[in-house]
């Protein structure tokens, strides 16, 4: 390609171009940092810190943990997405709703319900008189991280769920096939892009959890990396330690690509697209409502009771409105911009994946993910370090902050987008476009109304982690800029629960609100949509 | 209305992404290792007199933010929750000298290069269930705590959180470095539990997961007095049944741990940052340390709560030691790691 022709597509296709071009920047921005500060190690003491029998024990450690919460978060999501995409259950709507909320409960609020609930001075043994043991290690590690990530997979398997093409499976009982058989061999294919993107997010939010794994006292490669930067104030062997986890990442992520290689799940007969008829359950119903009760008590309610109990048993007087005021509009205003933000990079480059594979869209993609799984720590000093040298100006400015979100969490929103874009025909498009539409207009008038509903959970993904966030919160905010989540995490760790419970509670309500919001609009999107095909 | 509300957002994000940024020049700028929790009534306190702005953090995420920012750094104090911190401030060139006067208030453990101030200090002690333990079955000295098998198990530590490492490396200077390196050996054979900090670990201890824990005197008082302000212990009813134990006289076990702030090279405004040092000395802020936090304070003469020991008490209990030497961090985590503790 000549530079003419390169500068012309960039102009013709600027809005393609731009976003990449930052998601690229944003993630190489900690990459480079990381390898300039690794490499100003000691080579004999490095080599002697990465090679010994610990780093292989917290490999073993980190790897089996991953696969224990994946095979977890798939019992506990599978069903789930079923029971509220493809039944007549009632309150599905609701169970939707309970079904993200894990999300809005910082995983050490999680842990600590799940500790205080266990044990012979714990809950259980006081009220029922069960004395579990109180739970720690590999075992409170899985359930707490299992039951925090199970929504990154059940959103995804639901779009994926809604998204389906009945025709198949209408045409496999056709053939004869039973129920069962359809499920597994018609169904459950279908539904892998969504499993490996939800899968990949767990994986790497597994990867890199510190606030669980601490408070259960279970050696990972991130605890490991916490405590390098925090015993020895040592950012250079944490960036050692911080290349090591981006390595293991980046395998994760080969593998991820591999399994996905040649997927294509759009409909390619002509006519109208459907929803596909929802099964009546019968007397089998009781046993679909046991399931998600049972799981939104342990996964919602257990850590919002213990939250209430904390604030009931405090002797503080009254609440702190005009700081949980303050805080909230913090925490909200740096996190709604990032959701929005996050959600416009991620559909360019989920385009390019889905529409024009190819090794290097391929790389894109993938170089998204590497974001997510960059150590917070390490990503906030990269940019201390990036925008003091490039962009002074914007040091310690929420634009900064809100950029950091986005970039960091976009690994997020590129799930569902994406899933949604390989149930979006590309004939459609390319019709529009024979109709004398610009590539742009066509994309804007046909696919994106197709992948709406994608965006929208890409922008709840992110909306939610955001306000969760610490380390990129305390190191790049503006001064003096207090999120709800700081405030919980400062006077929970000084194991003052009583005042940490007003802000935790008011995390999980605003989360609980934003996220009803988004699945009203799916409903409204949902309906336009069925009439048009109609 | 879609369109309304699209359009919201995008104001929203173009607003945000303008920013509502740039240093005030007059604003005094903290960066505060000590938590939120425990210092922001008294800042609100001060910043009724000045402009103060705080960027809150742990010890080790504001040292490396501070050495990132480089001569760009806006902040003018640093306020840090460990000795260790402050001293690799030093080494980093991070902090200014403070004049004598300011020194002066704070003799106790002032350091002799005079880049940082002392303001409260806190002490290592044995925390252990006053259901299950009784005191007289302790050790009179921590070096003698690996002998106690029936403690199985049942101990809890916190080998990656900065005060135990300052204790080991107390250990490791006073004792030399082979009977550290025993004493931390012996306590691996007795299987300790290592929670990430102080608060899980005191958590695990009234909920009977441990019997005892090294840890700082504080989250004990804390944890069993809550938020109970009461003057005289005889009306305390105890929320907790975590008591302290400590060891005798001078004995490492009882270590003092001294927070502190400098001024920073960078700051614009010095003169502000040591009028805010002095407040951290002042009455108020003292009695405020000493009253809600039960650290201890070090100007002289000031009064601590009925249910805390007195101060001579507490400071004669604490081993003679010279504390610049926590610094010397590299040795301990070579030593924790050895013995596989980290």
């Given at each position: 390609?000549?530079?003419?022709?390169?500068?012309?597509?960039?102009?013709?296709?600027?809005?393609?171009?731009?976003?990449?071009?930052?998601?690229?920047?944003?993630?190489?921005?900690?990459?480079?940092?990381?390898?300039?500060?690794?490499?100003?190690?000691?080579?004999?003491?490095?080599?002697?810190?990465?090679?010994?029998?610990?780093?292989?024990?917290?490999?073993?450690?980190?790897?089996?943990?991953?696969?224990?919460?994946?095979?977890?978060?798939?019992?506990?999501?599978?069903?789930?997405?079923?029971?509220?995409?493809?039944?007549?259950?009632?309150?599905?709507?609701?169970?939707?709703?309970?079904?993200?909320?894990?999300?809005?409960?910082?995983?050490?609020?999680?842990?600590?319900?799940?500790?205080?609930?266990?044990?012979?001075?714990?809950?259980?043994?006081?009220?029922?008189?069960?004395?579990?043991?109180?739970?720690?290690?590999?075992?409170?590690?899985?359930?707490?991280?299992?039951?925090?990530?199970?929504?990154?997979?059940?959103?995804?398997?639901?779009?994926?769920?809604?998204?389906?093409?009945?025709?198949?499976?209408?045409?496999?009982?056709?053939?004869?096939?039973?129920?069962?058989?359809?499920?597994?061999?018609?169904?459950?294919?279908?539904?892998?892009?969504?499993?490996?993107?939800?899968?990949?997010?767990?994986?790497?939010?597994?990867?890199?959890?510190?606030?669980?794994?601490?408070?259960?006292?279970?050696?990972?490669?991130?605890?490991?990396?916490?405590?390098?930067?925090?015993?020895?104030?040592?950012?250079?062997?944490?960036?050692?330690?911080?290349?090591?986890?981006?390595?293991?990442?980046?395998?994760?992520?080969?593998?991820?690509?591999?399994?996905?290689?040649?997927?294509?799940?759009?409909?390619?007969?002509?006519?109208?697209?459907?929803?596909?008829?929802?099964?009546?359950?019968?007397?089998?119903?009781?046993?679909?409502?046991?399931?998600?009760?049972?799981?939104?008590?342990?996964?919602?309610?257990?850590?919002?009771?213990?939250?209430?109990?904390?604030?009931?048993?405090?002797?503080?007087?009254?609440?702190?409105?005009?700081?949980?005021?303050?805080?909230?509009?913090?925490?909200?205003?740096?996190?709604?911009?990032?959701?929005?933000?996050?959600?416009?990079?991620?559909?360019?480059?989920?385009?390019?994946?889905?529409?024009?594979?190819?090794?290097?869209?391929?790389?894109?993609?993938?170089?998204?993910?590497?974001?997510?799984?960059?150590?917070?720590?390490?990503?906030?000093?990269?940019?201390?370090?990036?925008?003091?040298?490039?962009?002074?100006?914007?040091?310690?400015?929420?634009?900064?902050?809100?950029?950091?979100?986005?970039?960091?969490?976009?690994?997020?929103?590129?799930?569902?987008?994406?899933?949604?874009?390989?149930?979006?025909?590309?004939?459609?498009?390319?019709?529009?476009?024979?109709?004398?539409?610009?590539?742009?207009?066509?994309?804007?008038?046909?696919?994106?109304?197709?992948?709406?509903?994608?965006?929208?959970?890409?922008?709840?993904?992110?909306?939610?982690?955001?306000?969760?966030?610490?380390?990129?919160?305390?190191?790049l905010a503006p001064i003096g800029f207090e999120t709800l989540a700081l405030n919980t995490w400062s006077y929970a760790e000084e194991a003052m629960f009583g005042q940490a419970a007003p802000y935790a509670l008011t995390i999980m309500f605003v989360s609980a609100l934003f996220v009803g919001v988004l699945l009203l609009r799916e409903r409204a999107t949902e309906h336009p949509a069925s009439a048009e095909r109609a | 209305m879609t369109r309304l509300f699209s359009l919201s957002l995008i104001a929203t994000l173009v607003l945000s992404l303008l920013g509502c940024g740039g240093e005030q020049q007059d604003e005094l700028v903290i960066y505060s290792g000590r938590s939120k929790a425990l210092v922001d009534p008294l800042l609100e306190q001060y910043e009724g007199e000045v402009n103060v702005e705080v960027r809150y953090g742990s010890d080790a995420e504001l040292l490396a933010a501070l050495q990132e920012e480089g001569d760009q750094s806006p902040a003018d104090v640093f306020w840090a929750n460990t000795t260790g911190a402050l001293g690799n401030a030093v080494n980093n060139d991070l902090l200014t000298e403070l004049p004598d006067e300011l020194m002066e208030q704070s003799a106790r453990f002032?350091?002799?290069?005079?880049?940082?101030?002392?303001?409260?200090?806190?002490?290592?002690?044995?925390?252990?269930?006053?259901?299950?333990?009784?005191?007289?079955?302790?050790?009179?000295?921590?070096?003698?705590?690996?002998?106690?098998?029936?403690?199985?198990?049942?101990?809890?530590?916190?080998?990656?959180?900065?005060?135990?490492?300052?204790?080991?490396?107390?250990?490791?200077?006073?004792?030399?470095?082979?009977?550290?390196?025993?004493?931390?050996?012996?306590?691996?054979?007795?299987?300790?539990?290592?929670?990430?900090?102080?608060?899980?670990?005191?958590?695990?201890?009234?909920?009977?997961?441990?019997?005892?824990?090294?840890?700082?005197?504080?989250?004990?008082?804390?944890?069993?007095?809550?938020?109970?302000?009461?003057?005289?212990?005889?009306?305390?009813?105890?929320?907790?049944?975590?008591?302290?134990?400590?060891?005798?006289?001078?004995?490492?076990?009882?270590?003092?741990?001294?927070?502190?702030?400098?001024?920073?090279?960078?700051?614009?405004?010095?003169?502000?940052?040591?009028?805010?040092?002095?407040?951290?000395?002042?009455?108020?802020?003292?009695?405020?340390?000493?009253?809600?936090?039960?650290?201890?304070?070090?100007?002289?003469?000031?009064?601590?709560?009925?249910?805390?020991?007195?101060?001579?008490?507490?400071?004669?209990?604490?081993?003679?030691?010279?504390?610049?030497?926590?610094?010397?961090?590299?040795?301990?985590?070579?030593?924790?790691?050895?013995?596989?503790?980290?």
């Open positions: 390609m000549t530079g003419a022709r390169v500068l012309d597509t960039i102009r013709d296709r600027w809005y393609v171009v731009i976003p990449v071009a930052v998601v690229v920047g944003g993630v190489l921005i900690p990459l480079v940092y990381l390898l300039l500060r690794a490499f100003q190690a000691d080579p004999a003491t490095l080599w002697d810190l990465v090679v010994r029998g610990r780093t292989l024990r917290l490999l073993g450690n980190t790897v089996g943990l991953t696969v224990g919460v994946l095979v977890g978060t798939s019992v506990l999501a599978l069903p789930l997405a079923w029971l509220t995409t493809r039944t007549a259950l009632l309150g599905r709507r609701l169970l939707t709703l309970l079904g993200v909320l894990p999300l809005a409960v910082p995983g050490y609020v999680m842990a600590y319900a799940l500790m205080a609930t266990t044990g012979e001075y714990g809950t259980l043994a006081q009220t029922l008189g069960l004395v579990v043991p109180r739970l720690s290690g590999y075992v409170g590690a899985w359930i707490a991280l299992s039951l925090s990530t199970f929504p990154y997979l059940f959103l995804n398997l639901r779009t994926a769920f809604l998204g389906l093409d009945p025709s198949l499976e209408e045409s496999a009982q056709a053939l004869g096939r039973g129920r069962w058989r359809v499920f597994v061999q018609v169904v459950l294919p279908q539904l892998r892009p969504a499993f490996l993107s939800g899968g990949l997010l767990v994986a790497l939010h597994v990867l890199g959890d510190f606030g669980v794994v601490s408070l259960m006292r279970y050696d990972t490669f991130s605890y490991a990396l916490y405590i390098q930067y925090a015993a020895s104030y040592d950012r250079i062997y944490a960036a050692c330690l911080a290349l090591m986890l981006l390595v293991l990442t980046g395998a994760i992520l080969l593998l991820e690509a591999r399994l996905l290689k040649g997927l294509l799940f759009h409909r390619t007969e002509s006519g109208a697209g459907r929803t596909a008829a929802q099964y009546r359950l019968g007397p089998w119903r009781w046993a679909g409502y046991a399931f998600a009760a049972g799981v939104a008590g342990l996964s919602v309610l257990l850590p919002a009771g213990t939250v209430g109990y904390w604030m009931a048993d405090s002797t503080a007087s009254g609440l702190p409105w005009a700081s949980l005021g303050a805080a909230l509009w913090d925490s909200v205003s740096a996190s709604a911009p990032a959701a929005v933000l996050a959600a416009l990079l991620a559909l360019p480059v989920a385009y390019l994946g889905v529409r024009h594979p190819s090794n290097w869209t391929r790389v894109v993609e993938r170089v998204a993910y590497l974001g997510y799984a960059t150590p917070p720590l390490a990503f906030a000093l990269a940019l201390i370090v990036f925008s003091l040298g490039a962009v002074p100006f914007a040091y310690q400015t929420l634009g900064l902050l809100v950029m950091a979100y986005a970039l960091h969490f976009m690994a997020e929103a590129v799930g569902p987008v994406r899933s949604a874009l390989y149930q979006a025909p590309p004939h459609l498009e390319e019709a529009a476009r024979s109709l004398g539409r610009s590539p742009l207009g066509a994309f804007v008038s046909v696919t994106f109304p197709l992948v709406r509903r994608g965006l929208l959970v890409s922008m709840a993904f992110v909306f939610l982690s955001a306000m969760k966030e610490l380390p990129l919160t305390f190191l | 002032a350091p002799t290069n005079q880049r940082w101030l002392p303001v409260t200090t806190r002490f290592r002690v044995l925390a252990y269930n006053s259901d299950t333990v009784s005191p007289e079955d302790l050790p009179d000295s921590v070096l003698d705590l690996p002998e106690h098998e029936e403690f199985e198990g049942r101990i809890g530590w916190t080998p990656a959180y900065s005060s135990f490492q300052d204790f080991v490396t107390a250990l490791r200077v006073t004792e030399g470095e082979e009977t550290a390196r025993t004493w931390l050996t012996d306590m691996q054979a007795l299987n300790p539990n290592s929670y990430s900090s102080n608060t899980p670990m005191i958590q695990a201890l009234d909920a009977g997961e441990i019997d005892v824990g090294l840890t700082n005197h504080y989250y004990v008082l804390r944890l069993r007095y809550g938020d109970a302000k009461v003057d005289d212990e005889g009306s305390i009813d105890p929320e907790a049944s975590v008591a302290t134990h400590p060891f005798q006289e001078e004995d490492i076990g009882n270590l003092a741990l001294v927070t502190g702030a400098g001024v920073l090279q960078t700051s614009d405004q010095s003169e502000a940052a040591r009028e805010f040092l002095r407040f951290l000395m002042s009455d108020e802020a003292q009695s405020f340390a000493a009253e809600t936090l039960n650290e201890y304070p070090l100007r002289p003469g000031a009064e601590v709560p009925e249910y805390m020991m007195p101060v001579d008490e507490a400071l004669a209990l604490s081993p003679d030691f010279d504390f610049e030497r926590l610094q010397e961090m590299d040795p301990t985590l070579d030593l924790l790691r050895d013995v596989g503790a980290l």
